[in-house]
């Protein structure tokens, strides 16, 4: 649009063109501030996920014969009734 040519052939059309290319960028910030949100949750979660595992394996050696592994949490947590409905609520991620 900063081409001249452009501007003499096409001025009528330079008005929409700028709506349009505000838009986009209120889209764009929208979607950056969404992203960024996005990040800081999942952020927290590994975070949380490092919390648990580092308390998972401080625990006696006769609990458990190895390092938890993300899988062998999640199998002790879905044997447990209650935070197997926790899990149904968040919905399966993986």
């Given amino acids: ?3 001249p040519e452009f501007q003499l052939n096409h001025y009528e059309k ?4 700028m709506e349009k ?3 986009a960028r209120a889209t764009t910030t929208a979607l950056y501030s969404r992203w960024e949100e996005l ?3 999942a952020d927290a979660a590994e975070r949380n ?3 648990i595992f580092a308390k998972l394996n401080r ?3 006769s609990f458990h014969h190895d390092r938890w592994t993300a899988s ?3 199998r002790l947590v879905r044997s447990i009734p209650h935070w197997q409905q926790e899990i149904e609520k968040l ?3 993986g």
């Fill in 1 to 3: 649009m900063n081409d």
């Fill in 14 to 17: 330079i008005p929409a063109e």
């Fill in 21 to 23: 290319l505000e838009a």
């Fill in 39 to 41: 990040q800081a949750i």
């Fill in 49 to 51: 996920v490092a919390a």
């Fill in 59 to 61: 625990l006696p050696n």
């Fill in 72 to 74: 062998s949490w999640l």
């Fill in 91 to 93: 919905g399966n991620y």
